[in-house]
């Protein structure tokens, strides 16, 4: 992949996202998390489908990870492919909040 991505967070009080805007493409890919105490619940990750095959959503995902061992945050990965990206990465697993009930 040859294009610049860069990747933005937004945070609210409630909830947040990391956007990822690829240079030459009016689209992005997103990744949405709601607020519950001091975790993230990840509830959406969506990569347009002609971004798609570039490894976009495993970089959305690396930078929730690196804020959440910056900022001590947790993560409740409700979306599939955050919660497959939790499997594949055991080394993650103190970052992993127990499932909302």
Known sequence: MND???IER?????HGRYSAKIAGHDEEAV???QARGN???VDHTFVPPA???QKIAEQLVDALIRDARE???TIEPQCSYVAAQFRRHPEW???RAPPSR
């Open 71 to 73: 900022h001590g945050f």
């Open 4 to 6: 610049t991505i860069s």
């Open 51 to 53: 971004l798609r095959g």
């Open 93 to 95: 697993g103190d970052l």
């Open 39 to 41: 975790t993230r619940i």
């Open 31 to 33: 990744l949405t998390w």
């Open 10 to 14: 937004t945070d609210e009080t409630t």
